[in-house]
């Protein structure tokens, strides 16, 4: 909303700024109860509905559980179901973001640095809906402004003052944090060495061949992994569709299409819509002598030229006299619209000064006779009775069910169709029946089958759509447990392979990388291991490692992490062996190679440099003004913040 935004985002350093200090320290503008800025109660103690003081400004219980309010909406926008106790580990770091934003205000008042009603209305004026049409700030669209935003003008002015105390006191730090090039140097140095070595590629099939567990070795794994084999709950569930074709599927009548015709007429007749060319101007002298210009015979611009920036020329173009009159009021409007095709109206006094209009053309637009608007008012029409029809079934049958009824009855008594499925799970698929899965519109009604009970009420649950609901009651529940081992033998004798196998793995990458770091080759160390095992050469520079495969960056990275003559198991990230690094060679660039790279690696230090500087700044500003905490307060704060679930 703020010009002061709008225009530093505009710069190279105001996107530093906004990225890595605005959203850093003044976001906790936004979390904060801004209104609120240096209204805290004064004096030496800390009250107890104060949770910190920073100088002279103060966090009360209030501003804080806004700023939690604020952060439970955010997060219920992705998690409906979020409650207090959700994000209570957001607490502290609110905190401190409030604590940070009353330093820095709190800095500026013990130094002197005052914010000037005249800069502040400035930035007023440059907030979008505040000009009018003649381009100068006017009262009624800024209380408007104020309105639509639940703002009062008071919390505007400290709210402006708070983000432009900040603006100055941070950017003259942050903005120019430069990075020498002998500091960027050894970076671009490191990001160019290069290393050479070897990969023993181990996986664990290679150690399956003569694996046969026996069944009491299958036992012995399953009863140690039940959960892998445990199987969710299952239900047969009953779904009942209530949709217009239960409902009766009614229609209007031409009578009541006729009706509604006559009713609406006003939507269905024809609308005059003119273009205009108008010009403000803030008295009426000039007025008059764009008018005798513009009668004259000059275009209404030429006409407006001589009167220079005082006069606003704009071209208002398909307007109505309803949309014209919000902008011009009901005065201007009723002339111009009253005026033919071609004719220059005015000087009349408007809101925003004398107005001078040109009627440039004159349409008429839209209107629909009954006939053609039928067809139209029917499927508008039909579609309320329908609504209404399907509303009422659904009342008598919750009537109904509130009486006692079970599915059968109330599905019998309204002749409901009912569908029944095989034991399905929360998901919507069968284990019995592998080919069968619910439809992806009854996903709303499947979810209440499996969160009620067989013996409880039948739901109604509306679709998605809106355009049915479903009565759902499941018939059959079948509770979680792991799957009878001779249903998945073969799966869990596929498991118990492969962990034996990674476990002959891992001992023989260990041995292998014990020995080839105490001297011996890869090639040596692998081939006394007594497998065949491939041998992969490695060669890259570390600027390279984000481009590589991700299957080989475990490999790269642990080949950056040695030193030479060196080696290391590392696993495979998807389990299937191990690898078995040695670092043979290690080139490094020197400082004439690395010059090219120099002039990146000053730029992208030079942001996170920029970040350091503001969190010194603040923390020296903190330690100035000696924040103090209400610590006990703020515990039995946060006690009975958790308390309240609901929010």
């Known amino acids: 909303m703020l010009a002061f935004f709008r225009r530093l985002s505009k710069s190279k350093i105001g996107n530093w700024i906004m990225a890595l200090v605005l959203v850093a320290i003044l976001?906790?503008?936004?979390?904060?109860?801004?209104?609120?800025?240096?209204?805290?109660?004064?004096?030496?103690?800390?009250?107890?509905?104060?949770?910190?003081?920073?100088?002279?400004?103060?966090?009360?219980?209030?501003e804080m559980q806004d700023a939690m309010e604020r952060r439970l909406q955010?997060?219920?926008?992705?998690?409906?179901?979020?409650?207090?106790?959700?994000?209570?580990?957001?607490?502290?770091?609110?905190?401190?973001?409030?604590?940070?934003?009353?330093?820095?205000?709190?800095?500026?008042?013990?130094?002197?640095?005052?914010?000037?009603?005249?800069?502040?209305?400035?930035?007023?004026?440059?907030?979008?809906?505040?000009?009018?049409?003649?381009?100068?700030?006017?009262?009624?669209?800024?209380?408007?402004?104020?309105?639509?935003?639940?703002?009062?003008?008071?919390?505007?002015r400290q709210r402006l003052a708070a983000e432009l105390s900040a603006r100055y006191l941070l950017l003259p730090l942050t903005a120019e944090a430069r990075i020498p090039a002998g500091v960027a140097s050894p970076y671009a140095q490191m990001l160019l060495e290069e290393r050479e070595g070897e990969a023993a590629v181990i996986p664990f099939t290679a150690f399956t061949a003569n694996l046969k567990p026996t069944d009491a070795d299958l036992q012995?794994?399953?009863?140690?992994?039940?959960?892998?084999?445990?199987?969710?709950?299952?239900r047969v569930v009953r779904f009942a569709r209530i949709?217009?074709?239960q409902a009766g599927n009614p229609t209007a009548s031409d009578a009541e299409i006729e009706a509604y015709y006559k009713t609406n007429q006003a939507s269905y007749a024809s609308k005059e819509t003119r273009d205009l060319t108008q010009v403000v101007v803030p008295d009426q002298a000039t007025a008059n002598a764009i008018a005798a210009r513009a009668k004259g015979g000059q275009?209404?611009?030429?006409?407006?030229?001589?009167?220079?920036?005082?006069?606003?020329?704009?071209?208002?173009?398909?307007?109505?006299?309803?949309?014209?009159?919000?902008?011009?009021?009901?005065?201007?409007?009723?002339?111009?619209f009253s005026a033919a095709q071609g004719s220059v109206v005015g000087p009349l006094q408007s809101d925003f000064g004398w107005a001078v209009v040109k009627v440039n053309a004159v349409k008429t637009v839209g209107g629909k006779s009954l006939a053609a608007a039928k067809a139209e008012i029917a499927a508008k029409l039909n579609e309320e009775k329908r609504k209404e029809a399907l509303d009422d079934l659904v009342n008598k049958i919750q009537d109904a069910l509130d009486d006692g009824r079970n599915f059968t009855e109330v599905a019998t008594q309204s002749k409901l169709p009912v569908t029944t499925t095989p034991l399905v799970m929360a998901n919507g698929a069968s284990r019995t029946d592998t080919s069968y899965h619910?439809?992806?519109?009854?996903?709303?009604?499947?979810?209440?089958?499996?969160?009620?009970?067989?013996?409880?009420?039948?739901?109604?649950?509306?679709?998605?759509?809106?355009?049915a609901y479903v009565l759902v009651s499941p018939?059959?529940?079948?509770?979680?447990?792991?799957?009878?081992?001779?249903?998945?033998?073969?799966?869990?004798?596929?498991?118990?392979?492969?962990?034996?196998?990674?476990?002959?793995?891992?001992?023989?990458?260990?041995?292998?990388?014990?020995?080839?770091?105490?001297?011996?080759?890869?090639?040596?160390a692998v081939k006394q291991s007594g497998v065949n095992l491939p041998i992969q050469p490695l060669k890259t520079r570390r600027l390279q490692l984000g481009q590589?495969?991700?299957?080989?960056?475990?490999?790269?990275?642990?080949?950056?992490?040695?030193?030479?003559?060196?080696?290391?198991?590392?696993?495979?990230?998807?389990?299937?062996?191990?690898?078995?690094?040695?670092?043979?060679?290690?080139?490094?660039?020197?400082?004439?190679?690395?010059?090219?790279?120099?002039?990146?690696?000053?730029?992208e230090l030079q942001q996170p440099t920029s970040d350091d500087y503001a969190r010194q700044f603040v923390a020296a500003v903190r330690e100035d003004l000696k924040v103090r905490r209400n610590q006990g307060e703020i515990e039995a704060f946060k006690k009975r913040l958790t308390a309240n679930t609901g929010g």
């Open 475 to 524: 018939s059959q529940v079948v509770a979680a447990a792991p799957a009878p081992l001779a249903s998945i033998r073969d799966r869990v004798a596929a498991d118990w392979t492969a962990g034996e196998g990674l476990v002959r793995a891992k001992a023989a990458a260990t041995a292998i990388a014990a020995k080839a770091s105490g001297g011996m080759s890869l090639a040596d």
């Open 299 to 336: 275009s209404l611009a030429a006409a407006a030229a001589p009167a220079g920036t005082k006069a606003a020329v704009s071209s208002p173009a398909a307007q109505t006299r309803d949309a014209y009159a919000s902008i011009a009021g009901d005065k201007v409007a009723a002339a111009v």
């Open 220 to 234: 012995r794994y399953y009863a140690a992994n039940r959960g892998r084999y445990t199987v969710p709950e299952q």
């Open 548 to 603: 590589a495969p991700p299957q080989a960056v475990p490999a790269l990275r642990t080949l950056f992490s040695l030193p030479v003559g060196k080696a290391r198991m590392v696993p495979d990230a998807e389990r299937r062996g191990y690898f078995v690094v040695k670092v043979n060679k290690i080139n490094r660039a020197n400082a004439l190679a690395a010059l090219p790279l120099v002039g990146r690696m000053r730029v």
């Open 27 to 62: 976001a906790g503008f936004a979390l904060a109860d801004l209104s609120n800025f240096g209204t805290g109660m004064p004096g030496f103690g800390l009250p107890s509905s104060t949770l910190a003081k920073v100088g002279g400004q103060q966090i009360s219980e209030k």
């Open 74 to 156: 955010e997060v219920r926008q992705q998690n409906p179901t979020a409650d207090y106790a959700t994000i209570v580990g957001d607490f502290d770091a609110l905190l401190g973001q409030m604590i940070d934003q009353r330093a820095i205000i709190a800095f500026a008042d013990k130094y002197g640095f005052e914010i000037s009603k005249r800069l502040i209305d400035a930035e007023i004026a440059g907030l979008p809906g505040v000009r009018g049409l003649n381009g100068q700030p006017n009262v009624q669209a800024y209380q408007q402004l104020l309105a639509q935003n639940r703002l009062t003008d008071e919390g505007v």
């Open 438 to 467: 619910v439809p992806a519109e009854l996903a709303p009604a499947l979810k209440t089958a499996f969160d009620i009970a067989p013996t409880d009420e039948p739901e109604l649950v509306q679709l998605a759509d809106k355009s």
């Open 243 to 245: 949709g217009a074709e």
